[in-house]
């Protein structure tokens, strides 16, 4: 399933699975800001967020491009349908 690269919340939020936006968040424990990707769970559209800096554990590294992201290591969706897989180049892939 191919990434849906959203640049807006608005356009994030009326997307099906398999969606993704970059952004970050202020924890009120820290000063600097955390980079996050918010998915949207390639098989149930549970949304969540992924770690992408390396400030917070776990994480995860992100290269590519940005319409084309690649996630390192896999990810694994605990706490919704439990789908497990690969973002490459931005496609989703299930193992």
Same mark, same amino acid.
């Given at each position: 399933?191919?990434?849906?690269?959203?640049?807006?919340?608005? =356009?994030?939020?009326?997307?099906?699975?398999?969606?993704?936006?970059?952004?970050?968040? %202020?924890?009120?424990?820290?000063?600097? /800001? =955390?980079?996050?990707?918010?998915?949207?769970?390639?098989?149930?559209?549970?949304? #969540?967020?992924?770690?992408?800096?390396?400030?917070? %554990?776990? &994480?995860?590294? /992100?290269?590519? =491009?940005?319409?084309?992201? &690649? /996630?390192?290591?896999?990810?694994?969706?605990?706490?919704?349908? #439990?789908?497990? #897989?690969?973002?490459?180049?931005?496609?989703?892939?299930?193992?």
């Amino acid at each position: 399933m191919k990434a849906k690269v959203c640049t807006t919340r608005d =356009e994030y939020y009326a997307s099906g699975p398999g969606a993704i936006r970059f952004g970050s968040v %202020k924890h009120s424990d820290r000063e600097d /800001l =955390e980079k996050v990707m918010w998915t949207k769970c390639p098989g149930c559209g549970k949304s #969540g967020v992924i770690n992408v800096d390396g400030a917070f %554990k776990p &994480t995860w590294t /992100l290269s590519g =491009e940005p319409d084309a992201p &690649t /996630l390192n290591p896999s990810v694994n969706r605990v706490g919704c349908c #439990g789908w497990h #897989g690969w973002l490459r180049n931005g496609v989703w892939v299930s193992v």
